[in-house]
């Protein structure tokens, strides 16, 4: 007879581990399931963020971006040094190290709060008064009963027409993260977050990095003012070749390079060789497989699952978090929608604000974002007045050595509540918390004005430009 759980959830990354972990704080009987495997093929606990995702490419990240200040900022702090090489398979064994603390201490947290865990991939199999899910793992196959279940199934790369991922010549964010030299020209499909991280490692590290991305422009997700830094910092002043508006027409590998044709923004034939090619135009959700059919599960078009603004789906007692749903794919997002989901089983009032959830881009300068951007006021005729200070007029970027980039506060002109934040400089993925939770609060920017703010602290920039919405910025 199957065991039967108070909650199933199927997923271990960012959503799913969150989501048990919260489950079994709460006294719910809670089996976690996933699939994932390390290279050595053993399970490997949260998902695609902790494995080939957030925490390995920040770790790369830190690898190259220490290489660069060695290099060519260290001498300016009267630190002399020669014979500065680059051990790229040390770097990636250190990469390593820190995927497998964090996947260890999941299954750590797992044991301290009674979560069972079971590795193979989960699907519905039928409803009744609970749910039956199959889990099956090479070829053996169990059931489970569960009366909640939280499916969490994340996202994987969306492939593109006509180039084959081989990991090798033509790769995704795993093979991007996995090199085991630098190649000497590198071409990224795609200028998004994950083409402009891995792209900005790898041309630091000594890569040619030429990026083609479909859109007309660059970063339109993003506030056009910090697009518009970011473009010019990230060409003008670190190398990378951006060409907007390409069009992908074919993608050849020969036995050593990728040669990628596409039409320009002007319609003109063009020719990229590269030695790899990362592939980053986005992610879909995994849900092929589930067995949504099985319990009549809505998803929509897009391999969405459907849910209200409490995750819920049209099943009764049937939830699901993070990339699998609604909203930004985003590993914070799909934690928290987990902890909401949890406490709403436990009879408790999760909740999730989706207007507020930070994005963040780890290039160097970071760009951090939560709230409207500037365009999207003006499209839906929101009066607003803007605050803007550079962090060059700051004493601790100054110290720093990072000046580049400002930070940018949107407020509406009738309350003055902080309704848009926007930065790009150092540490923008820290500086943005401080926006969160003015937002969260209902602030306006004279609140941030009148808060005392550490000096000398990068934080001062923010409250520099809470300032500037009223026009009175005090060292500019």
């Known amino acids: 007879m199957a065991k039967t759980f108070d909650v199933a959830v199927i997923g271990a990354g960012p959503g799913g581990y969150v989501a048990a972990i919260r489950c079994g704080q709460l006294g719910l009987n809670t089996v976690c399931i996933d699939d994932w495997k390390n290279e050595k093929g053993k399970p490997s606990l949260g998902g695609t963020c902790l494995n080939v995702g957030c925490i390995p490419s920040k770790a790369l990240l830190e690898s190259s971006e220490n290489y660069e200040r060695v290099r060519h900022k260290f001498s300016e702090h009267g630190v002399t040094v020669q014979g500065v090489t680059m051990d790229v398979s040390a770097m990636q064994a250190r990469k390593n190290r820190i995927v497998e603390s964090f996947t260890g201490g999941i299954a750590m947290l797992f044991k301290k709060n009674k979560v069972a865990f079971l590795h193979g991939t989960g699907r519905f199999i039928s409803a009744g008064n609970t749910y039956q899910i199959g889990v099956s793992d090479n070829g053996k196959s169990e059931s489970i009963d569960a009366r909640h279940v939280i499916v969490a199934t994340g996202s994987f790369p969306r492939q593109l027409p006509g180039a084959p991922l081989d990991q090798n010549l033509i790769v995704d964010n795993v093979g991007a993260l996995s090199f085991t030299e630098v190649p000497k020209r590198l071409g990224v499909v795609g200028a ?109 078009s897009n ?174």
């Open 192 to 300: 998004g977050v994950i083409g402009l991280e891995m792209g900005s490692v790898w041309r630091r590290l000594g890569a040619e990095v030429t990026l083609l991305e479909a859109l007309p422009g660059f970063l339109l997700v993003a506030d056009e003012q910090i697009a518009k830094e970011a473009q010019k910092i990230f060409t003008k002043e670190q190398g990378l070749d951006i060409r907007t508006g390409a069009k992908i027409t074919s993608v050849k590998t020969g036995k050593n390079q990728v040669t990628v044709e596409y039409q320009d923004n002007q319609g003109a034939r063009q020719k990229l060789e590269c030695d790899k090619l990362i592939v980053a135009i986005g992610r879909i959700p995994n849900t092929a497989g589930l067995g949504a059919e099985a319990v009549g599960l809505k998803l929509d």
């Open 303 to 476: 391999g969405f699952i459907e849910v209200d603004a409490h995750c819920r789906t049209n099943l009764p007692n049937v939830f699901a978090v993070g990339d699998a749903v609604r909203g930004p794919m985003l590993a914070h997002k799909a934690s928290e929608e987990g902890v909401a989901v949890a406490e709403i089983i436990a009879g408790q009032a999760g909740h999730v604000n989706l207007d507020t959830v930070p994005w963040v881009i780890y290039t160097s300068p970071e760009i951090a974002w939560v709230g409207k951007t500037e365009q999207e006021l003006k499209k839906s005729g929101i009066a607003y007045r803007s605050g803007q200070f550079p962090f060059l007029a700051n004493g601790r970027a100054r110290s720093l050595g990072e000046t580049s980039g400002f930070v940018k506060i949107l407020a509406d002109s009738r309350t003055d509540r902080i309704i848009g934040v926007h930065i790009i400089g150092p540490y923008a993925s820290e500086m943005i918390a401080e926006a969160v939770v003015a937002m969260e609060f209902a602030a306006s920017s004279e609140d941030i004005a009148r808060i005392v703010h550490a000096h000398p602290s990068l934080s001062e920039v923010f409250h520099e430009a809470a300032l500037g919405v009223d026009k009175r910025s005090l060292h500019i």
